[in-house]
């Protein structure tokens, strides 16, 4: 083993016990593994209907979006709590090898504006593309900017209103996106219309395919 692995090795043991990993979903102290046997039984895994069609193309997801999966992304999202980034990004490795394994060549997300990123800190997406790269051994790349907050929301009842509400949120990095096929990252999959402009965006800007995940979508 090499030094630098040997020092990470210890490093992990160190933080591990003085800061035991806990489930995401429940809070339980789980050691080395990723979350608790209990909750795993019961998560509401989407298996054989992971593939999702829609105005982004397809997309898919390992988890739907009830119960203790929206809570533990809500807590993730609005509240910092990152201890489920490890299992999080390993659903959505396999889950791509599974669904689009040789159709991607490049790892991006869908981004938070300037303005979010400085209020919450972090951006969730890219987070969960970066641990999702972990077990490929490789790095996302930025391929979109969100220039702008999103509009209000209230009253779209409709699907081209919520369409509208997007237009020109987004714009793309074109140096790295021409010619690439991309997976892009997301956290979670509602109406579909934030994917759906940013692979248009991504596909004008010379993308050369352009499939999504997200770690959870709603059933229907």
């Known amino acids: 083993m090499k030094l630098n692995e040997q020092l990470n ?73 990152t201890g489920g980034l490890d299992y999080f990004g390993s659903l959505l490795a396999q889950c791509a090898a599974e669904e689009y394994m040789g159709r991607f060549d490049t790892i991006t997300w869908v981004p938070v504006s300037r303005k979010r990123l400085k209020k919450r800190g972090f951006d969730q997406s890219r987070l969960l593309a970066a641990s999702m790269c972990v077990d490929w051994h490789t ?22 209103a919520r369409r509208a509400n997007v237009l020109g949120v987004y714009e793309a990095v074109a140096e790295n996106v021409k010619g690439r096929r991309l997976l892009l990252v997301d956290d979670i999959l509602t109406t579909g ?27 229907g």
């Not at 016990?17 to 046997?37: K, S």
């Not at 790095?139 to 081209?160: H, I, M």
């Open 193 to 219: 219309s934030t994917l759906g402009e940013c692979v248009r965006v991504l596909r004008e800007a010379g993308a050369a395919d352009v499939v999504c995940i997200t770690l959870a979508r709603g059933r």
């Open 9 to 81: 090795r210890w490093n992990k043991e160190v933080m591990n016990f003085f800061f035991p990993r806990r489930c995401p979903f429940c809070g339980c102290v789980v050691g080395r593994e990723l979350v608790c046997t209990d909750c795993e039984k019961k998560l509401p895994f989407t298996e054989g209907q992971a593939l999702q069609e829609g105005p982004y193309g397809q997309c898919a997801a390992p988890l739907y979006y009830e119960g203790a999966v929206r809570e533990a992304l809500l807590q993730y999202k609005f509240h910092g709590k």
């Open 139 to 160: 790095q996302p790349v930025e391929t979109l900017r969100k220039v702008t907050d999103n509009p209000p929301q209230s009253g779209l009842e409709d699907a081209s």
